[in-house]
Nanobody, 121 residues
Framework: QVQLVESGGGLVQAGGSLRLSCAASGIGSSVNTMGWYRHLPGRQRELVAAITQSGSTNYGDFAEGRFTISRDNAKNTVYLQMNSLKPEDTAAYYC???????????????WGQGTHITVSS
């Protein structure tokens, strides 16, 4: 059974930082691109960042230069370091896994339960 368990969300002031973690279990090696999407009210889930097993990364435009995705393959864990957070980053953040993760969420096969981030101004 596939499980993606997220941690690290919460409340932070604008300009602050947070680090999200997502521990995966039960995922085969063929479905091992991992990443994060976020969901703002009234909008479709959008890609924050994704990373392949070999370490290739891609980011949403809003995340470039502020967020960094990394992974520890030995622990099957992916991390998202978020710096210079803005109030418009307030959203539910979801860990995802699939063969490939693009700008839209259709490529994700597995999802975590989500963790909420609130950035206060």
């Amino acid at each position: 059974q596939v499980q993606l368990v997220e941690s690290g969300g919460g409340l932070v002031q604008a300009g602050g930082s947070l680090r999200l973690s997502c521990a995966a279990s039960g995922i085969g090696s063929s479905v091992n691109t991992m990443g994060w999407y976020r969901h703002l009210p009234g909008r479709q889930r959008e890609l924050v960042a994704a990373i392949t097993q070999s370490g290739s990364t891609n980011y949403g435009d809003f995340a470039e230069g502020r967020f960094t995705i990394s992974r520890d393959n030995a622990k099957n864990t992916v991390y998202l370091q978020m710096n210079s957070l803005k109030p418009e980053d307030t959203a539910a953040y979801y860990c995802a896994s699939g063969k490939a993760l693009g700008p839209l969420p259709s490529g994700a096969l597995y999802w975590g339960q989500g963790t909420h981030i609130t950035v206060s101004s």
